[in-house]
T-cell receptor, first 112, second 110 residues
């Protein structure tokens, strides 16, 4: 059964630092891996989607990588800003019905 | 503006009561989903629907029911059989991937 893990559960860094969030999954048979952002008390916003055949995707200061063989993905945030403070969740699509298996998220705090 | 609207934002349930959470989308998406989010856990799928008048159980469907009579609407009923309903409920819709989310409904027990 696919399991998705995000470590650490929380991370606090000073503004301006580059940082990496981690996501691991137990079964490499995935369709894609997705990163989402969730602000407190809000829904989720899609950040990046990496197809199983791809190695990375970039959007602005965000870069996500995927290594299926090791069951790992990283989300790299460059030059962090206080507005990046949120919970970041990763999810893998495991079947053709678009069902997602979710990690519990990493709560990120960027200190001014 | 296109999007997904969930209402109410906060909901309180009395013992033995059924409550219904509303989810409406104007994105013209065929697929809609209901998730439950508990602190420290990933989202868990309750029900999903890929087309009008059809829906499938997710991992934690017990104590919940849904209907999909219109493409735009996918209401979730939390029945009295759900003994631990306190959670944050998220509705999503999609045309393929990624899924688009509403702002959620927080359900608590009175």
């Amino acid at each position: 059964k696919q399991e998705v893990t995000q470590i650490p559960a929380a991370l606090s860094v000073p503004e301006g630092e580059n940082l990496v969030l981690n996501c691991s999954f137990t079964d490499s048979a995935i369709y894609n891996l997705q990163w989402f952002r969730q602000d407190p008390g809000k829904g989720l916003t899609s950040l990046l989607l990496i197809q199983s055949s791809q190695r990375e995707q970039t959007s602005g200061r965000l870069n996500a990588s995927l290594d299926k063989s090791s069951g790992r993905s990283t989300l790299y945030i460059a030059a962090s800003q206080p507005g990046d403070s949120a919970t970041y969740l990763c999810a893998v699509q495991v079947d053709s019905n678009y069902q997602l298996i979710w990690g519990a998220g990493t709560k990120l705090i960027i200190k001014p | 503006d296109g999007g997904i609207t969930q209402s109410p934002k906060y909901l309180f349930r009395k013992e033995g009561q059924n409550v219904t959470l509303s989810c409406e989308q104007n994105l013209n998406h065929d697929a809609m989903y209901w998730y439950r989010q508990d602190p420290g856990q990933g989202l868990r799928l309750i029900y999903y629907s890929q087309i009008v008048n059809d829906f499938q159980k997710g991992d934690i469907a017990e104590g919940y029911s849904v209907s999909r009579e219109k493409k735009e609407s996918f209401p979730l009923t939390v029945t009295s059989a759900q003994k631990n309903p306190t959670a944050f409920y998220l509705c999503a819709s999609s045309h393929g991937q990624p899924q688009h989310f509403g702002d959620g409904t927080r359900l608590s027990i009175l």
